[in-house]
């Protein structure tokens, strides 16, 4: 039985060698489109909200007149911010000028997406309530109460107030947000998209990172109250591992 030669042995190295490149260059380019897409995201959705205030005077999840619109999930406001809807019956927000709700039921977080789905401003619809997954209570489940995204996170509308004592994000005035939820990007990829949308600076500007490993000085000052050092914090691209999301003011 004659053996592969030397040369042989080497064409077949040399053709796993450039499928293995292929294969490599492939998935870089696949997820640079999706960190491309969280950028396309944001400002379709802040569109979207802008088309929705400017329609019908409030913010969606906040808005105190939507079951005049679209009907009630349930007649008592109490239980209509927990019942999940099955089409577009929804309810109100407070108008306080917040997306939020009370805790822990946030409703208006859930309510907004299914308001954006049903002004007709966003595709999709959503239940606008916490959702069960596998049997477990989980407060959003992409494709259920909030949007499905190419980084395989959700995305949610919040109101983030930072400089109440919240320590797992920057310094800021309080201010409604888009925010895409931890363990989705790395630093690398936070500071690509502030890049592209903002100043590039995780504590600064209209996109700021969560604390935390993403940025330095902050794997000193997690949990901490923050402070004026948060202002030299830098992404810390030594860190590969998906630890950072970031929240994108409207």
Known sequence: MQGFSLVELSI???????LTGGILSGQSLIRAAEIRSVSTDYQRYSAAIYTFRDKYFALPGDFTKATDFWGAADADQATCETTPSTGSETCNGNGDGQILGA???????????QHLANAGLIEGQFTGAAATLSGHATPYVAGVNTPTTKIGSTMLLTWIDASTGTTSSFAQSARNALTILANALTPEE???IDTKLDDGKPPTGKVRANKGSAAQPNTTRFGQPAGPADLDAEYNFATTSKVC???ASL
């Not at 077949?12 to 450039?18: D, M, N, P, R, S």
């Not at 805790?103 to 997406?113: D, K, L, Q, T, V």
């Open 12 to 18: 077949v190295l040399v053709i796993l060698g450039l």
């Open 103 to 113: 805790a822990p039921n946030f409703h208006e977080r859930h309510r907004s997406w």
């Open 190 to 192: 936070c500071w690509n």
């Open 245 to 247: 999301s970031i929240h």
